[in-house]
T-cell receptor
């Protein structure tokens, strides 16, 4: 009964490199959310995806950030040309129906450090 | 836009003392959820409240949803060191979106 999986758990990048974060939702879930969390702060919504569709990317910077959730395979959050300010924990969560009354199951997170 | 504030931001208590965190929304919510995040961990779902004035209990934890469905509280009786972590509320507005509160960081001193 696998929960949400994220990899890598820790990622170190130098400024200007690309970061690619992967999220495999709970089996059978087709709704994925990505959140960003700075140390000692709350969860900031970035993007909500259904299979093959981006539904709401209002929390994601328009430049350098992109997300996808293909028909097959994990959801990917991609950050191009990373800067120090991108250092944070990135969590994905999945739900079964994509409604706010659903339980969100969070992955363990990817902790990105930009040198 | 819709905002959900939590107070206090931090709380240190002696083991055995009670603890309460409050969540306030700028708009009426359809439901509210509570999550706990241990230090270095990820948020874990605790409970959901849907009805106006609803009260739910989980062992030493009591959750309330206000009559106007704009506020909620989490109360822990006789805290233990295992209660350490950050408690987040997440308000729902009837769509796909969850509006997370700012969180309350609880430290329990043994």
């Amino acid at each position: 009964n696998a929960g949400v999986m994220q990899n890598p758990r820790h990622l170190v990048r130098r400024r200007g490199q690309e970061a690619r974060l992967r999220c495999s939702p709970v089996k059978g879930h087709s709704h994925v959310y990505w959140y960003r969390q700075l140390p000692e702060e709350g969860l900031k919504f970035m993007v909500y995806l259904q299979k093959e569709n981006i539904i709401d990317e209002s929390g994601m910077p328009k430049e350098r950030f992109s997300a996808e959730f293909p028909k097959e395979g994990p959801s990917i959050l991609r950050i191009q040309q990373v800067v120090r300010g991108d250092s944070a924990a990135y969590f994905c969560a999945s739900s079964s129906e994509g409604r706010s009354t659903d339980t969100q199951y969070f992955g363990p997170g990817t902790r990105l450090t930009v040198l | 836009g819709q905002q959900v504030m939590q107070i206090p931001q931090y709380q240190h208590v002696q083991e055995g003392e009670d603890f309460t965190t409050y969540c306030n929304s700028s708009t009426t919510l359809s439901n509210i959820q509570w999550y706990k995040q241990r230090p270095g961990g990820h948020p874990v779902f605790l409970i959901q409240l849907v009805k106006s004035g609803e009260v739910k209990k989980q062992k030493r934890l009591t959750f309330q949803f206000g009559e106007a469905k704009k506020n909620s509280s989490l109360h822990i009786t006789a805290t233990q060191t295992t209660d350490v972590g950050t408690y987040f509320c997440a308000g729902g507005e009837g769509t796909y979106k969850y509006i997370f509160g700012t969180g309350t960081r609880l430290k329990v001193l043994a």
